[in-house]
């Protein structure tokens, strides 16, 4: 995995036929592109390196953005020996193996940083193996994770470890990735400029691939520079079509979007075809208009996810172009569709209440009870199960003992929301009512 780069190649660090990503791997931490937010001085990374200190951590991000060199210079940097797992490949013995070292190591005054790539891979009884030997400090465990660590990994192995984020590599950090990839080919890509603007935007944030991509091109010696066209021929990949600077990309997809909220169909199709008879990939299209359905139409019309998430699979059931018309009817159906943010307002009222309020446990009458034990202390006690209740509502209370509810959706008086606001007005009147009547 590599892709982060340095300057300069080392051909004591990798042979003259390994793939150009190896050959270009970062010698140090400020060699590392498009993650300064961590490796910088201010970053976190960057912070523990000058203190000589690491903790554990989790590296999540997206693939191409540098968890596996970062381990490996991380380990560099503080003079820890390192050790590599792949999870797709480990089981329990190995890291047995791994801990049994670790341990030997240690007693000669030695750390180990292990660095398990996948690290999401291994399941809760493998998690659970690793949390004595990070406690006690034998390891310093460094996962490398492209899942959201919260769903994939143990809440006790994420509370001894700091959950990093990596971003997706932005156009300067790949494009510096090209200029370093020219230098050590001692020569420019094949490509116009407007092809190089196109070959970047096509990697999508992914170091790695744009790399390979250029190493493709580079052992090609083509006599003429392609344009963007002839590259998204000579490569199988639709390359969209961008300004040199990117400006009309993001113009185009702000301006589809605010079309679509200010609910003129005319004007948000004009833009969906601007940008499709541009080059733009249809997938990228129709992410953007998933994301409006539940931004900005939300539960006003609930179907409106339904139609866009219809229109992918239209389109990667179809392909282009008798595929492009499912997404113009999603278009077309956004456009129409009454609006609401309400669902999006309530997220983030959601999460920073999440966030404020720590790990409050739920009242004991809805905690789950599935041992013997815990129904005896308690848990589920007084659980009150709605379908038996009156009206198939019980009004009992869900929140945690230590928070007062809040009220964090509050649906629009527009579309099928209205009807949502008038159960939402009826459940609370009878909460009311029946609170008062046990009061």
């Not at 150009?20 to 140090?28: G, V, Y």
């Not at 992410?287 to 219809?310: I, K, W």
Request: with cysteine; hydrophobic share 45%; proline share 5%.
């Amino acid at each position: 995995m590599a892709d982060l780069f340095p300057e300069t190649t080392d051909s004591s660090a990798a042979s003259a036929d390994a793939p150009l990503a190896d050959r270009l791997r970062p010698r140090a931490l400020v060699e590392v592109v498009g993650q300064e937010h961590l490796t910088g001085p201010e970053g976190a990374i960057g912070r523990m390196v000058a203190a000589g200190k690491l903790a554990s951590m989790v590296l999540w991000g997206p693939p191409g953005t540098g968890k596996t060199s970062i381990a490996r210079l991380l380990a560099d940097a503080v003079g820890l020996r390192f050790v590599a797992l792949s999870a797709v490949f480990s089981g329990v013995a190995d890291l047995k193996k791994v801990f049994a070292e670790a341990k030997a190591a240690a007693t000669n005054g030695t750390r180990t940083l292990l660095f398990v790539d996948e690290i999401h891979r291994f399941n809760r009884s493998q998690q659970d193996g690793f949390l004595p030997f990070v406690e006690v400090g034998t390891i310093t465990l460094v996962g490398a994770t492209t899942e959201n660590p919260s769903f994939e990994l143990n809440a006790a192995l994420l509370s001894r470890a700091q959950v990093l984020i990596l971003h997706r590599l932005d156009e300067r950090a790949l494009t510096t990735l090209l200029d370093r990839a020219e230098a050590a080919a001692g020569r420019s890509l094949p490509l116009t400029a407007d092809a190089r603007a196109a070959l970047v935007a096509s990697a999508d944030g992914d170091g790695r691939f744009l790399l390979n991509q250029a190493e493709t091109l580079l052992d090609l010696n083509l006599p003429d520079a392609l344009d963007p066209a002839g590259l998204a021929a000579l490569l199988q990949r639709r390359v969209a079509v961008y300004d040199k600077d990117r400006e009309g990309h993001y113009n185009l997809i702000s301006a589809l979007h605010k079309s679509l909220r200010g609910s003129d169909p005319q004007a948000a199709l004009y833009y969906l075809a601007r940008m499709l008879v541009a080059g733009e990939e249809p997938l990228y299209v129709l992410r953007r208009l998933v994301r409006f359905a539940s931004e900005d139409v939300g539960l006003a019309d609930p179907q409106a996810l339904v139609q866009c998430l219809a229109a992918k699979d239209a389109y990667d059931f179809l392909g282009s172009p008798e595929g492009e018309l499912a997404i113009v009817q999603a278009c077309l159906y956004l456009a129409t569709a009454p609006k609401s943010n309400a669902a999006y307002k309530a997220q983030g009222a959601a999460w920073r209440a999440a966030r404020d309020t720590g790990s409050l446990m739920p009242p004991m009458n809805i905690v789950n009870a599935p041992t013997k034990l815990m129904k005896q202390l308690g848990y589920g006690a007084g659980y009150a199960y709605d379908h038996d209740s009156e009206g198939g509502f019980s009004g009992a209370n869900y929140w945690p003992e230590e928070m007062a509810p809040a009220t964090l959706y509050k649906p629009s008086e527009r579309g099928f929301e209205a009807k949502i606001a008038e159960r939402l007005k009826y459940w609370d009147e009878r909460r009311r009512e029946i609170r008062q009547s046990d009061a």
